[in-house]
């Protein structure tokens, strides 16, 4: 049975949220030998859609055409998206169009749109790394995975953004045609089949945020210059003349994460920094940055990031490096 995948674009949209899903679905009817997705860019009016990039769009559709029964209906991400006014509309349709698809759901920041249609309430939903505090402060009642690359909660699908849409695309081929034909898909694209880790390992949040009183900055900006130090509680607290337990307590109430987890994330980032432009063993990486042994680092890496450093190495080396 042909499936309707529709795309809606609003003014701004990021290119690559709409036409790197859309080559995946094509990709697949070039491989099934027949078509088997018709691919539609749904516009909010009949206009050219100008994108984040400057290129146009043409749409196949608007908000007040009628379309028929849509197998999957996603809505595309924009950078403006965050800073824009939402669109009643686009939210009236959408409930709409929902409501007789197959599947719905959102790429990159398109979910701050998919959950202000309410149609995800107490659903589980990714999107971009950098607007997942915006999507949990505007909707606490969406559980939000912020690691995650794709999030598929019954009929929700989301995709955390850009390239990740391809991803999910890439899901949904599998669960309709099988897993044989998605794996040509992917070969033909050049793309991972199933991408190693998540979202997170791609943020570049780099130098930790500083907060809090004079005092935790100095001590923030000397954990970042000395990622080997002895970090611990203890010798924390010694260096900020508090108690253990009343620096644990003030440094949690003023950062607003536990020391350990501020002195991790340091000391991952610096080890990211080292794994890309260096050509240091892992272990001795993990000495640079305070961890014991390569064990430490790996586990480090794997929680923080879902990735070992070995394989986020040989994925974010410099080019000269190589």
């Known amino acids: 049975m042909l499936k309707t995948i529709a795309i809606l674009a609003c003014p701004g949209v990021q290119l690559l949220d709409v036409s790197g899903p859309l080559d995946v679905f094509a990709e697949a009817n070039r491989q099934a030998g027949h078509t088997v997705y018709q691919l539609r860019v749904i516009g909010t009016s009949g206009r050219a859609i100008e994108s984040s990039s400057g290129v146009r769009l043409l749409p196949d559709a608007t908000l007040r055409d009628p379309l028929g029964r849509l197998d999957t209906v ?20 959408l ?16 979910a701050l749109v998919l959950a202000a249609s ?23 009642d969406v ?19 850009v390239t990740a849409g391809m991803d999910l695309a890439l899901a949904m081929v599998e669960e309709d045609l099988g897993r044989d034909l998605a794996m040509r898909v992917a070969s033909q694209l050049v793309m991972f089949f199933k991408r190693p ?16 009183h004079s005092a935790i900055q100095a001590l923030q900006r000397w954990i970042g210059a000395n990622p080997a130090e002895d970090h611990s509680v203890a010798a924390l607290a010694h260096r900020a003349g508090l108690s253990p337990r009343h ?8 950062v607003g994460v536990p ?11 610096a080890a990211r920094r080292l ?35 070995a394989d986020y190495r040989r994925q974010n080396r410099s080019a000269d490096m190589r």
């Open 74 to 93: 996603l809505v595309a991400g924009a950078p403006n998206l965050p800073e824009a006014p939402v669109n009643l509309s686009v939210l009236e349709w």
């Open 95 to 110: 409930r709409s169009v929902a409501a007789k698809s197959r599947r719905f759901g959102s790429i990159c920041n398109g």
């Open 118 to 140: 309410g149609l995800v309430e107490g659903r589980r939903i990714t999107t971009h790394w950098g607007v997942v505090e915006a999507l949990r402060l505007r909707h606490p």
């Open 143 to 161: 559980i939000v995975e912020a690691d995650a690359l794709y999030v598929r909660d019954g009929r929700v699908c989301t995709a955390a953004g």
């Open 197 to 212: 880790g998540g979202q997170l390992q791609f943020s570049r949040h780099g130098e930790a945020e500083l907060a809090g």
């Open 247 to 254: 620096f644990a307590r003030v440094f949690h109430q003023e």
């Open 259 to 269: 020391p350990a987890a501020y002195v991790e994330h340091v000391r991952v980032e």
């Open 275 to 309: 794994l890309e432009i260096g050509n240091d063993a892992p272990k001795k990486v993990a000495g640079l940055c305070g961890y014991a042994d390569v064990n430490g680092l790996r586990r480090a890496f794997v929680r923080r990031l879902g990735v070992t450093p």
